[in-house]
Every structure is written in C-alpha cells, then in structure tokens.
C-alpha cells in the first residue's frame, strides 16, 4: 500500500459513507468533534438517511458516471461453491482470503469486489467498482447483484453493503434478498466498525479513543448498531484480527493473509552497523507515531540506531524498504497487530509493538504458536528497541521466529481452513 497521512483515510472512508467530496471530507470529517452539534447531527443523518434529499444530493456531489466508467458485473466461478467477498477490500484483504479459498479446494471458487474510493489505498481486486458507480449507477447494481445471486456463499465485509443504494445501502435487506435466492451469508469485521471505544479505553490506556479530537459518540453508536444487527441475522462471524473477539466474543479470528514470497529479499549483513529502525505513519494517530519519536529520534542521536519514517512509498518499493530495516515499529495503540507487523515480518525485520496479553492468548490458541511481535508500550519502548539494537543474536532469532510465524499462520492456508469450517462447509 501507499502510505498516507490520516486526513486521506478519513477523506476516503468519508466519501464511501457521505458521497462527500474528497476535500470537504477531508476537512469537516477529520474535525467532528470541534463542529457544533448540530453540524455533526446533520452529517449523522446525511450517511444514515442515504435514501432521503440530503442523501441523494450528497451521491451527485460524486460526479458524473459515464458507460465507460461501469465495470462488468463480477465473474462467477465455474465451481460446485462460488464465494463472494466485498466490498472493502482493506489491505487488499478480500481478495486474498479469495485466493486462499481458491487454493483450498477445487470445488471452491471465489472472488472479491471492492469500491474504489478516490484518495484512499489502491489493491488488488477481482472487481474493482468506482464509488460513484457503486452509489448511484442502478446498470451496475443490477447487474451486480444478478451476478451474486449465482454464487452460494456471500461474505460481507465491515458491514458495508454490496449493492450500492439498489436497496436503500441497507444490509438487512441485502441479506434477506440474498437468503430469498437461497445463499448462505457471513460477516466479516475489520476494526472501527465493530470495536467499542468504551470498552476498548478500559482494555488499554494507550487507546486512540481517548484522544479529545476523536469523533467517539458516532464510532460508538456505530458499533453499538452493527453488534445488534450482527445478533439480528445469527449468521457466522469472522474478525480480521485477533483482539476484535473482545467486541464480537462469538466470532472467531480469520487471519489476514500476506505473500510471505513477495515480501523476502536478502538482508544485508554488515558487521558492525548501526541497526536501521523504522516506522510507517501510515495512520499515526492509531499507531502512535508522535508518542513513539522522541524516544527513536533520542537513540539515534546518542548513536544507537538509524531512525526512518517511511512517507510516500509505493506498494511495490516497500518490500526493499523493509529489507533495510532490522526493526520496524509497528502500532502502540490498539493493543493488536495486522498486515504490516506480518508484512515486516515476512521480510525479515523484527517487529516492536504493542499486543495486549489476551490479544497474544488468542494467537497462541488458535495458531499453536507465540506471536513474535515484540512487546513495548510508549512508555518502554526506548529501552526494548536499545536493547535489541545492543543485541544481534537476540535479532537474528526473532527474524526467523516472524518469517515462521507468518508462513505458518498467516500464508492463508489457516484462513481459508477457518472459513470452511466454521461457514462454507458447516452449511
């Protein structure tokens, strides 16, 4: 991915659910809780009310659609089971638990749609479908939707809907028009839209949460609804990552999926170097960038270690980037890990964060393995990271423990396994 800076994320995740444009989401989404309320209450409702005048003024905000800009409806496998994942795509997540459940079974078929979202990350997608066209092209949500209704399982992510305001962007009646063609549905979450801030300050006083610009009140609800929705259906449940289990106790983890073979490059081994950390602030608010710097920026000028924060890099460079690092911080403040703590890791780099215990008891538990991320909080990472840099064998150890690790767990044979039994075959 192209790490961004937050006011991209906030601008892209903006325009999927307003049909804001990409600048004034920007600006009025990434300062919420400095709006009055009445501004916010009218923003509430234009991204739950996508049907009412507000909401339909908001998807022409989008721009024109042309016949050029309408993809073909995604192709369905020729497959005794045809999976159907979508539409966010996070870290090109769906349509590698796509190609994990390819691999798994020839009687398996799958593919992923995602909306693209101007501003935001570009990956790898079966059907990749503007985000205007997702809103307001009825051509494309028909014949979309014609296209699922000949798969047999339908996998949704963060829950999103699929078919853009064909159904009022209701997933209620998605699912029951899905059910009336006879496909088994499940639900995958990915973050935001199921973990409670006010259950996740008490897990860790680090929690992002607790930052007085964060619009809390929104997330909160938003959560608060998807849960109740989520018991509504009494569908399987998936969560990406392994801490989400403390919001949605009856899910269980499917773990993201890295091309441990993509991410390998040989490592220099110059005796005597300073040991390069560094940091991708990709999101630093979650991560924890400006909690973390003093100290790395301290080490480096007390000669310890080399100190990069990685701006601007595109996907496809960053496997080198990482074949320079021999540590990498990864986030301080959710208490977790996901792709890239395994993409560092696939690569060779020792990875520092912050992993809360029941987080690190899940893993062992569902993997058979501890989880080689090394634990630090802003409070102790300036002494994890010197003593790892005063400590080459240390580091040579828990290089080979994360390219294992991640080979092991998360090569998507686990994954796709995960999916099988506990949805596709279980039905």
């Known amino acids: 991915m192209t790490p961004r800076g937050p006011s991209a994320k906030v601008s892209a995740v903006g325009r999927f659910l307003t049909g804001l444009p990409g600048a004034l989401a920007s600006r009025v989404l990434g300062s919420r809780n400095r709006l009055p309320r009445w501004v916010n209450r009218s923003i509430d409702y234009v991204a739950d009310h996508p049907e009412s005048l507000p909401g339909r003024l908001a998807a022409l905000s989008l721009g024109r659609i042309s016949d050029a800009d309408i993809p073909p409806p995604t192709t369905v ?112 979450c990915h973050g935001t839209d199921v973990r409670l801030p006010s259950s996740h300050i008490r897990r860790t006083p680090w929690s992002p949460y607790s930052d007085p610009d964060l619009y809390v009140d929104r997330l909160e609800r938003l959560a608060r609804r998807y849960a109740d929705q989520l018991d509504r259906f009494d569908r399987p449940i998936f969560v990406s990552t392994p801490d989400l289990l403390a919001d949605v106790p009856r899910a269980t983890w499917c773990p993201v999926v890295v091309d441990a073979a993509r991410w390998s490059r040989p490592r220099r081994t110059v005796r005597g170097r300073i040991p390069v950390v560094a940091h991708v602030p990709s999101n630093g608010a979650v991560k924890g960038t400006t909690l973390v710097r003093p100290a790395m920026e ?29 540590i990498v911080l990864d986030q301080f403040r959710l208490g977790s890990y996901g792709v890239a703590a395994c993409e560092a890791m696939a690569a060779g780099s020792v990875v520092v964060g912050h992993v809360l215990e029941e987080t690190r008891a899940v893993v062992a538990r569902d993997t058979g393995t501890e ?13 994890v990271v010197r003593a790892l840099a005063e400590d080459p064998s240390r580091r040579e150890v828990l290089t080979t423990a994360g390219r294992e690790f991640v080979a092991h767990a998360h090569d998507g044979r686990l994954s796709s396994r995960v999916l099988l039994d506990h949805w596709i075959e279980a039905t």
Do not use: C, K
């Open 371 to 383: 989880l080689p991320v090394v634990e630090a909080t802003p409070d102790t990472v300036e002494g």
């Open 77 to 188: 496998p020729d497959t005794p089971v045809r999976v159907y994942i979508g539409p966010t795509n996070y870290a090109a997540q769906g349509h590698a638990w796509a190609r994990a459940l390819d691999a798994a079974s020839p009687r398996v078929g799958a593919r992923n749609m995602a909306v693209e979202v101007p501003g935001g990350f570009a990956f790898d997608a079966d059907t990749e479908v503007p985000v205007a066209v997702y809103h307001r092209s009825r051509r494309w949500q028909t014949d979309e939707l014609d296209a699922v209704g000949r798969f047999t399982h339908v996998l949704f992510e963060a829950g999103r809907p699929l078919f853009g305001r064909l159904l009022g962007r209701s997933i209620e009646r998605e699912v029951a028009e899905l059910a009336s063609r006879g496909i088994s549905t499940a639900f995958m």
């Open 298 to 326: 301290r080490l480096a000028a007390d000669g310890i270690i080399e100190y990069r924060e990685i701006h601007g890099v595109p996907s496809r460079a960053m496997p080198d980037v990482w074949a320079e690092a021999d």
